[in-house]
């Protein structure tokens, strides 16, 4: 690819980054708030699992060698 095309392919990607509908820092930290407080009943980090046998994570049970 030549210099040239090189640049033109650049102007064009910094043309549709400049096209980019940008969002104020405080409606975006406000958005992700409330997905986060609307998902929360359901992530387990928050609310671990009462039946740990239905945990798909948990380690297998390990075969002893005696």
Do not use: G, W
Not at 24 to 51: F, G, W
Request: glycine residues 0%.
């Amino acid at each position: 690819m030549s210099s040239q095309q090189q640049l033109r392919v650049l102007v064009d990607q910094l043309q549709r980054e400049a096209n980019i509908e940008r969002m104020n820092t405080s409606e975006a930290i406000n958005q992700l708030k409330e997905y986060v407080r609307e998902h929360q009943k359901d992530d387990y980090l928050c609310h671990p699992m009462r039946n740990p046998r239905a945990n798909p994570f948990r380690e297998k049970s390990i075969c002893h060698i005696l």
